[in-house]
């Protein structure tokens, strides 16, 4: 079993940095690939970036691409997503998905995919 906390949401303007932490409790993090989706008010949950459970592979959403960067340390058993040049449309809920990987390189994008969920941290852009 696994839990799952964000934190470092937070009000910003737009064009400044946020990061989020994603800490896991267990053993054995190491084994599971991550991932953070986000959902807006009104709207559906939608990937933002995953990462592999071994050699840090990413993959991200085209929207978030070249601004964000997910990463993990196994030491501290957590995964951040540093995000910057943020807009007013990255405004949700952001939230931390894990699940143990068979594979060492998969990510994965279909919330569907993974079995521990956060319970988010919000994330605020103003114009």
């Known amino acids: 079993q696994v839990q799952l906390v964000e934190s470092g949401g937070g009000l910003v303007e737009a064009g400044g940095s946020l990061r989020l932490s994603c800490a896991a409790s267990?053993?054995?993090?190491?084994?599971?690939?991550a991932g953070w989706f986000r959902q807006a008010p009104g709207k559906e949950r939608e990937f933002v970036a995953a990462?592999?459970?071994?050699?840090?592979?990413?993959t991200y959403a085209e929207s978030v691409k070249g601004r964000f960067t997910i990463s993990r340390d196994v030491a501290k058993n957590t995964v951040y997503l540093q995000m910057n040049s943020l807009k007013p449309e990255d405004t949700a809920a952001y939230l931390c998905?894990?699940?143990?990987?068979?594979?060492?390189?998969?990510?994965?994008?279909?919330?569907?995919?993974?079995?521990?969920w956060g319970q988010g941290t919000q994330v605020t852009v103003s114009s």
């Open positions: 998905a894990a699940v143990k990987g068979l594979s060492y390189t998969s990510t994965y994008v279909q919330g569907d995919d993974y079995d521990y």
């Open positions: 267990g053993r054995m993090f190491s084994s599971y690939a």
């Open positions: 990462i592999s459970r071994s050699l840090s592979l990413t």
